[in-house]
């Protein structure tokens, strides 16, 4: 039998004459879309296509909001009071959701988006927030946090269902944290090398770290960033490494679904 996960993207992150990634192509390949709220990066009009886009393609779409950094495309450190932060996060989300509801869609994730992100990940304060924000919106809204990290662990604490997902075109460093973008090496570009450390963390059921070790997590869901130059290729090959080796790509809900 078929084992099932889940292959996402971030997009929806072109706005106004900026166009980033080749979401089209990408919804061909991917099961969950992380739709950028304008806050980082999307448009009203780009978020509208975007939804319309991935329920063709029977691709379950969430909410990406991240800080409000359009210049920075929310890489940025920013300090925000745990209140102004959920309030932020259920704007962002019910922005997506209004749209999503006027093309015949529903939301069926959030996903924080960047520097917001890899701070609630050592932050349990933050990680804290961002669950209860997500749990106003929907207490069934699902929570993709990066595996092994304080976000996820508050989402499992905040009583949501929540998902472990972690990156195939970004390395780790000791901790399990991922290899800030500044850094040497931070960035995966070669397919196979994205498809074989993937591979490699579902056979070890674990993140391994370059000293050796490993951080042991679950993992329901492999993200690729969509605005990389070679998202498309990378996404490809992952996938078919995938099905290589006896795993079904299928939607968010269905991997969560089936434990």
């Not at 990680?127 to 996820?152: E, H, N, Q, T, W």
């Not at 993937?198 to 770290?209: D, M, N, V």
Request: with cysteine.
């Amino acid at each position: 039998m078929s084992k099932l996960i889940n292959l996402n993207a971030d997009m929806g992150e072109s706005f106004g004459a900026y166009t980033i990634g080749n979401d089209p192509a990408m919804l061909d390949v991917v099961g969950a879309a992380n739709v950028a709220c304008g806050y980082h990066a999307g448009d009203p009009l780009v978020m509208g296509t975007t939804v319309e886009l991935a329920k063709q393609n029977n691709v379950s779409i969430g909410a990406h909001p991240g800080f409000p950094d359009l210049q920075g495309f929310g890489r940025r450190k920013m300090v925000v009071a745990h209140p102004e932060l959920e309030a932020m996060i259920i704007y962002q989300v019910g922005a997506l959701q209004a749209i999503a509801n006027s093309k015949g869609a529903s939301l069926t994730h959030v996903k924080p988006h960047g520097t917001l992100n890899t701070m609630a990940c050592v932050d349990m304060e933050m990680s804290r927030a961002i669950a209860r924000a997500v749990k106003a919106i929907a207490d069934d809204m699902i929570l993709l946090a990066p595996a092994g990290s304080c976000l996820f662990k508050a989402g499992l604490e905040a009583g949501l269902p929540t998902a472990s997902e972690v990156f195939a075109d970004r390395t780790y460093d000791a901790h399990g944290n991922l290899t800030p973008r500044g850094e040497p090496g931070a960035v995966i570009h070669d397919p196979e090398q994205s498809a074989d450390q993937i591979l490699s963390f579902l056979e070890a059921g674990k993140i391994l770290t370059p000293n050796g070790d490993g951080i042991e997590a679950p993992i329901h869901s492999i993200c690729v960033h969509g605005d990389s130059a070679n998202a498309l290729a990378i996404a490809h090959r992952v996938k078919d490494r995938l099905a290589d080796a006896g795993y079904q790509l299928a939607d968010l809900p269905s991997v969560m679904a089936a434990g």
